[in-house]
C-alpha cells in the first residue's frame, strides 16, 4: 500500500507540474485554458474562474489542460445534439448538452448546426418543432455543459491557441518540461537540506559501512582510491561507476592512505536494481555540511542526472538501442516500491530524476510530445507561414501511433522484468 501511495503522489505532482507550466504559459500568451485537471476519469468537483474550469477528478493519476484549439481538445457540437440553450438578451450565454444538467429557465432545442470557432451561431428545432429552423447568435463568452455535467467556456477563434504568434506557442509547449526541470532540481535541494551533510565529488572516502567489502579490505575514511583496475577515478562519480561496473568481480584498487600509496584487491558485492547488477563495496563519500553546498548540490545533482540521460539517449540513436533501458508506468511503480523502502529522502531524489526524465523524453522531436510540437514550430518559423493543418493533424496522429506501439511494448518488457521471473 505505501509504495501504490507513494507512486499515485510522485506520478500526480510531476504530471501536475508539468500540465501547470503549460497552463501558466497559456494564459501569459492569451490563449483560453478551457480547462485546468488534477486527476482523470469522472469529475468529483469544478469550480469556474476567469473563464477557466478548475476540475478535480476521480483516479488521482495526474491530469491534464485543455487549451483552446488545441488537438486534444474537442469542442464541436454534432446535428441532431438535443441542448437547452440559456439566453440572455438576445445572444446565447449557456449550452447544456448534458442530461444530469436542468435549467428551468433554458430552451429545448434540437441543433442542426452550430459554428462556436467563428460565426458563433446555433441553428435548430425549437421545442421539438421542426417547422421552423431557428437561429441563434452565441455570446463570445458562452459557456457549454458538456456531457459528464463540466461547464466550460466555448473557444472563439481569436482566443485558441494557433491565434497567437508561433513564438507565444513554442514557448507554451516548452514551459512543462521547463517546469520539470525547476521540480527537478527544487526537489534535489529539498532533500539536500534533509540529508547529513553533502556527499563531495571527490575520490576521497568518508564512512565506511560495517560488514561491507570495503571494511573487510581494511579501507578507511579519508583514504583516496586513486584507481580501479586501470580506470583513473579522480572523482566520486567516476570512482562509483568503476566500482558499479565490477559486479562480483576481482578487481585492483589503487589507494593513498596517510600519504602513501598501496594496492587492495577486492570483490565488489552483487547488488541487483531494476534486474540490473551492479558492484557495491559500501562506502560513502566525503560530505560538506554548508548552506552553499546544499544549494548547489540541487543544480550539480540534476545536472549529472541530465548528462546520464543524454548519454543513454545517445548510446541509443547510434544503435545501442535496448529495450531495458526505459520503464513505463509498471517499470516506475516497480522502481518506486523499492525507493518507497528507502526513505523520504530517496523518494524525494527519485522525483528529481524521474522529473528531469520526463522534461527531456518530452523534448525529443517525436509528433504529439512537446519536443515534436515545437518542431513544428521552428519548422513554421522558417517557413514564415502555419503548417496546413490537415498536414500537421497526420504528423500527430503517427507520432501518437509510434508512441502507443513503444508504450505497449515497453510495459510488456517491464511485466516480463519484474513480474515473470
Not at 421552423?132 to 458538456?146: L, P, Q, R, S
Not at 553533502?198 to 576521497?204: D, G, K, S, V
Not at 513503444?406 to 522484468?417: C, E, H, S
Amino acid at each position: 500500500m505505501t509504495a501504490i501511495i507513494t507512486f499515485i503522489i510522485v506520478f500526480g505532482i510531476l504530471v501536475v507540474v508539468h500540465e501547470f507550466g503549460h497552463y501558466y504559459a497559456a494564459k501569459k500568451s492569451g490563449i483560453l485554458v478551457r480547462e485546468f485537471s488534477v486527476g482523470m476519469g469522472p469529475k468529483l468537483y469544478a469550480y469556474r474562474k476567469n473563464n477557466t474550469t478548475y476540475t478535480l477528478r476521480l483516479l488521482p493519476l495526474g491530469g491534464y489542460v485543455r487549451m483552446a484549439g488545441a488537438q486534444e481538445d474537442d469542442s464541436e457540437i454534432k446535428p441532431g445534439t438535443m441542448a437547452s440553450l440559456l439566453i440572455n438578451g438576445d445572444k446565447v450565454t449557456k449550452i447544456i448538452t448534458s442530461s444530469k444538467v436542468y435549467d428551468a429557465q433554458a430552451v429545448p432545442v434540437q441543433i442542426s448546426k452550430a459554428d462556436l470557432v467563428d460565426d458563433l451561431t446555433i441553428e435548430g428545432y425549437e421545442n421539438g418543432d421542426e417547422s421552423e429552423m431557428k437561429h441563434y447568435n452565441v455570446d463570445h463568452d458562452a459557456t457549454i455543459v458538456e456531457e459528464d455535467g463540466t461547464e466550460v467556456q466555448i473557444a472563439p477563434r481569436d482566443v485558441q491557441l494557433q491565434s497567437v504568434s508561433v513564438w507565444k506557442r513554442m514557448i507554451t509547449n516548452f514551459a512543462g518540461p521547463f517546469n520539470n526541470f525547476i521540480l527537478a532540481i527544487v526537489c534535489a535541494i529539498i532533500a539536500a537540506f534533509m540529508m547529513n551533510g553533502i556527499p563531495m565529488e571527490t575520490n576521497q572516502l568518508g564512512h565506511i559501512e560495517s560488514n561491507s567489502v570495503a571494511k573487510t579490505a581494511g579501507l578507511k575514511s579519508n583514504d583516496k582510491i586513486l584507481a580501479v583496475g586501470d580506470k583513473t577515478t579522480s572523482n566520486w562519480t567516476t570512482l562509483t561507476e568503476a566500482i558499479r561496473d565490477e559486479p562480483g568481480k576481482k578487481v585492483d584498487l589503487k589507494v593513498e592512505s596517510n600519504g602513501k600509496v598501496k594496492h587492495v584487491t577486492v570483490t565488489p558485492k552483487t547488488i541487483k536494481v531494476s534486474g540490473q547488477k551492479y558492484g557495491q563495496l559500501g562506502i560513502m563519500a566525503k560530505r560538506d555540511y554548508s548552506l552553499g553546498a546544499k544549494i548547489k548540490y540541487g543544480f550539480t545533482s540534476s545536472w549529472q542526472t541530465t548528462v546520464s540521460i543524454f548519454q543513454v539517449l545517445g548510446k541509443m540513436a547510434s544503435g545501442g538501442f535496448n529495450i531495458n533501458q526505459l520503464s513505463g508506468p509498471v517499470g516506475i511503480y516497480s522502481m518506486t516500491s523499492q525507493v518507497a523502502s528507502q526513505g523520504i529522502i530517496n523518494i524525494i531524489l527519485f522525483m528529481s530524476m524521474l522529473s528531469l526524465n520526463l522534461g527531456i523524453v518530452n523534448l525529443i522531436p517525436i509528433p504529439a510530445l512537446d519536443g515534436g510540437k515545437i518542431l513544428l514550430n521552428i519548422i513554421e518559423i522558417i517557413r514564415r507561414k502555419p503548417i496546413p493543418e490537415e498536414y500537421e493533424n497526420i504528423i500527430t496522429l503517427v507520432g501518437v501511433g509510434i508512441l502507443v506501439l513503444l508504450m505497449v511494448a515497453v510495459t510488456w518488457n517491464d511485466i516480463q522484468r519484474f513480474f515473470i521471473k
